[in-house]
């Protein structure tokens, strides 16, 4: 364990010399301290009981006639299209947008993810070896499944819109369609954990696939649905959208830091009464955003926080991919989480919905947070927080303030405490709702996974079903 502890750091010094000298290695030494890099890091591999736990900052190009394809040690070439001829920087089987190449995928513990800033347009000129005759629990009145309705790739056919279960008629009749049953299930309505279950026992012996428009699938996500989807005979495929909402989310969390950092409810007081009084505000710059999930939302944050010169402690349950992320300062394991909220002036909540993050964010945490000067910022899911500690908190001044888009109960009910607080900022669950945001995930369903289906390749965005995300 030691020895590779010690390797991973030399990787990294080197890498630091590749990045800063890299006129050097156009040199004979060069050339030989690259290639004892490769070696270094080929040991590491064997070293690593989890081949893409390694981190291995380097990269080798293999050009075939079509197209040239990113290779790192330890993973296998992503499906689809890449970019030719671009060099890219993995940490932690995560692929960045460095010197203009945009990836295809990004890695994270072994699973393939897309990203709607960074991902380039898959490439889908292989042979189609399957069909998708999908089932869509949607509303059939839904304007951004349009490209659901109309535009789907030769090799699949919408059978069925619905919402309940009534919307699709005689369950018979949709097993014996003439081309074979239902083998996808495309997933929009927030009210389908039952039907969803239904379907599933409907269609548990075709189904192989099922895909949520969302990235959370705490609205699905039942015993039921793990019972039919991961048992002995049947493991169905769930993915979602991941990476379609990081990026108005991370501009959410700087508004808000912004928000309290500058004092926006005085300044907003001042001019409504006319008052030029002035008064101090704080520097964004050398404070420190904790977050508690590091998914593509956190890291997106992470992004434009390290832009405001801000410190970067992540939390997850696997630190390892983030030891030499650009972004992050440390990471934590997710029994750092006291440790996180001490250091922290401000702390993004970016987890999912699960068992174990369900009231993470309780009067015991709160209770290590920089007194009167912490804000608090969630844009998971409103039972990740206990609400009602928080409010004490706020209450009671543990805490300077928080900011939520996503609440308990939604809508939050009129005689919620929060509505009266000064210190909180409210939005309605819809920091990420652009006009577009709803199309560009149906798109990416029917752009990017399920060509990627019909050809057998891998499928974007897994979700662990056993994690809940």
């Given amino acids: 364990v030691l020895f590779t502890y010690f390797l991973q750091h030399i990787l990294k010094v080197i890498y630091i010399l590749k990045k800063h000298y890299y006129h050097c290695f156009m040199r004979v030494p060069g050339v ?13 591999l064997l070293l690593e009981k989890e081949s893409n736990a390694f981190v291995f900052p380097f990269l080798i190009t293999t050009t075939s006639r079509r197209t040239s394809k990113i290779w790192t040690f ?4 992503a499906t689809g299209g890449i970019n030719n001829k671009k060099k890219v920087y993995c940490y932690s089987s995560t692929r960045l947008k460095m010197g203009g190449y945009n990836s295809n995928v990004a890695m994270s513990g ?5 990203n709607r800033e960074t991902s380039a347009a898959g490439d889908f000129s292989g042979p189609i070896i399957q069909e998708a005759r999908i089932l869509a629990l949607s509303d059939p009145d839904d304007k951004n499944i349009e490209s659901l309705l109309h535009n789907l790739p030769k090799g699949s056919r919408l059978v069925a819109v619905g919402s309940t279960m009534a919307d699709f008629g005689d369950l018979e009749e949709l097993r014996n369609q003439p081309d074979g049953p239902p083998n996808v299930i495309f997933v929009s309505h927030p009210k389908a954990r039952q039907p969803l279950v239904q379907l599933l026992e409907a269609f548990s012996t075709t189904v192989v696939w099922i895909h949520t428009r969302s990235a959370g699938i705490d609205f699905i996500a039942s015993p039921e649905l793990l019972l039919h989807t991961d048992n002995d005979n049947n493991n169905i495929a769930l993915t979602n959208a991941k990476g379609m909402y990081s990026s108005t989310l991370a501009e959410y969390t700087m508004m808000a830091i912004s928000y309290f950092a500058k004092d926006l409810p005085r300044l907003l007081k001042q001019k409504q009464s006319k008052d030029w009084s002035k008064y101090s505000i704080e520097e964004i710059r050398g404070q420190t955003l904790g977050i508690v999930g590091y998914g593509d939302i956190g890291r997106a944050a992470a992004k434009l926080a390290k ?10 349950r696997k630190p390892k991919f983030s030891q030499m992320d650009p972004y992050c300062d440390v990471a934590l394991g997710e029994e750092s989480l006291n440790q996180l909220m001490a250091q922290s002036d401000f702390v993004l909540v970016a987890a999912p919905l699960t068992d174990q993050t369900r009231g993470m964010i309780n009067a015991e945490a709160l209770s290590n947070v920089k007194h009167q000067k912490t804000v608090l910022i969630n844009v998971g899911r409103g039972p990740i927080i206990n609400e009602k500690d928080m409010i004490d908190a706020l209450e009671n001044g543990i805490l300077k303030g928080a900011a939520l888009d996503v609440t308990t109960i939604e809508p939050l009910p009129q005689n919620s405490r929060l509505w009266d607080l000064d210190n909180v900022l409210l939005s309605p669950h819809n920091m990420d709702m652009t006009e577009t945001f709803m199309k560009e995930s149906t798109d990416f369903f029917v752009h990017e996974n399920l060509p990627r289906f019909l050809r057998g390749n891998d499928l974007l965005n897994p979700v662990d079903k056993a994690a809940g995300y």
């Fill in 74 to 77: 330890g993973q296998t070439p």
């Fill in 32 to 44: 030989a301290f690259y290639s004892s890099a490769i070696l270094l890091s080929l040991i590491l």
């Fill in 110 to 114: 072994g699973r393939n993810f897309w």
């Fill in 307 to 316: 832009a405001y010169g801000m410190k970067v402690i992540a939390l997850r």
